[in-house]
């Protein structure tokens, strides 16, 4: 539905109406999930698009941090490009893959960013004997939580990893969610902003590496290079999450990796580098999204090239 279009951002509300247009006009193709309840009660929304049974995976969370709008503009467009594309080439990806897509996955903090604080990031749960608000979702997984210094145990940090592991109610019903379909998923996407960079894991060490890194990198570059042929001459670099950017423990696609065996399992930071940084101009949000599906393309490709596109289950 192009009334929706992406040349502003949208607020929850908004997001979610066009997720239940979604859900009416292409019922047979579209389902809705329910991934749980934020802190403040509201549903976590996904929704699966699955042209045909036996398709490989592959799993978007996006905007675990509130104020990366561009994650969630571009997650939408994206659902909208595999359901309305002709071109040959998101057809394949569409109908050749069973997508889960959590455009909003922060649904406390995103509505925050909107009302009250733009730059907010984390969610917006309280801490005892604290004023400060807020987990930072990215460090609460199970996945070595608080390890080398990843995250920190001070409430009132922008990283703080939460009072241990799945303490919050959105990683703990994410992680349920993709731990009971797990088998069903070979590659996740974690999206976020902003660098134009693919990390992979590990997050929290810089000195051990996935067992499959050579891959890990070979599926990342056919991903940059893609992006780097388009038009717009943006370029994106990828490695290590630990090597190329920081330390940082308890993320989503190292729990992904590490605690349910999905192999390729990455988080992308999308534009810019900088010059707005989390203040993209939502003139951004068709280019960004536009590489994006060229990258995912790419990436998917070269997966399936490398084997790691097989269906993990029994029909
Ligand atoms: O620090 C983060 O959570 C991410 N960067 S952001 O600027 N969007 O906040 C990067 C997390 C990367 N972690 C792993 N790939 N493990
Ligand atoms: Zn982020």
New binding site residues.
């Given amino acids: 539905d192009s009334s929706f279009g992406w040349t502003s951002y949208h607020t929850l509300e908004k997001i979610e109406a066009w997720l239940d247009e979604i859900l009416a006009s292409y019922p047979e193709i579209v389902t809705g999930f329910l991934v749980g309840q934020s802190y403040e009660g509201r549903d976590i929304r996904g929704i699966k698009i699955s042209y045909k049974s036996g398709n490989p995976g592959v799993f978007i969370e996006s905007n675990i941090?509130a104020r990366?709008w561009i994650t969630s503009a571009t997650a939408t467009w994206f659902i909208n490009e595999l359901l309305t594309s002709s071109d040959a080439a998101v057809r394949d990806l569409a109908e050749n893959h069973d997508w889960y897509i959590v455009p909003v996955f922060n649904v406390d903090g995103f509505v925050y960013s909107h009302v009250k604080d733009r730059m907010w990031?984390k969610s917006r749960s309280p801490s005892a004997g604290s004023t400060c608000i807020g987990v930072?979702l990215?460090?609460n997984y199970d996945s070595h939580w608080m390890e080398n210094g990843g995250a920190s145990d001070n409430p009132c940090a922008e990283?703080y990893a939460g009072l241990s592991a799945f303490s919050e109610p959105e990683t703990k019903a994410l992680s349920e969610y993709i731990s009971g379909i797990k088998d069903k998923v070979n590659v996740l996407f974690a999206f976020?902003?902003?660098?134009q960079v693919l990390?992979s894991?590990?997050?929290h060490t810089d000195e051990e590496f996935p067992d499959n890194y050579d891959d890990l990198l070979q599926v990342a570059k056919a991903y940059a290079d893609a992006v780097n042929s388009l038009q717009y001459g943006t370029t994106y670099r990828y490695g290590s999450?630990a090597e190329v950017?920081y330390i940082?423990s308890g993320?989503t696609?190292?729990w992904a990796y590490v605690k349910a065996d999905i192999e390729i399992s990455y988080?992308i930071?999308f534009r810019d580098t900088g010059h707005h940084g989390f203040l993209l101009p939502p003139t951004h949000i068709i280019p960004n999204a536009e590489e994006t599906l060229a990258g995912i393309t790419a990436l998917l490709a070269e997966s399936r090239e490398l084997g790691y596109l097989e269906l993990k289950y029994d029909l």
Avoid: F, I, M
């Fill in positions: 941090h990366e990031r930072d990215n460090r990283t976020h902003s902003y660098s990390l894991p590990y997050g999450s950017l940082a993320c696609n190292d988080t930071e």
